[in-house]
């Protein structure tokens, strides 16, 4: 069906091709405190498998899950525990190695407050 009053090459001439995004981009570092409130989200979904039956083996895809989280953290991963509350528990393991990372992390860094009397 043609437009009123355009040519079917005026019609195509005024659409814009689309602007191709580039793949090669990295994503920025997600913040901390997301990558937590993430983890903290899967410990209760865990959880509530574990109250479930917790003798039952977990999903791989939540191992997977939680593994990517630690690599996001920089801390050793769950791998593969033989049921929901092995993996419970890594999971608080890895919390807790994370928040120790994380705190010697911030010890580390300068305030950055540009304060140079401070320093």
Known sequence: ???IGMTSTAA????QKPRRRSRAKARPARAHAVICAE????????LEQA???????????LCEWADRLARELGVEGVGQPEDYRGLLHAIVEMNKRAELRHAALEAAAPAGNGDVAAA
């Open 39 to 46: 983890l903290r989200g899967l410990g209760g979904l865990v």
């Open 1 to 3: 069906m043609a437009l």
């Open 51 to 61: 109250l479930l039956d917790g003798t039952e083996a977990p999903l791989g895809s």
């Open 12 to 15: 195509t001439a005024t659409r």
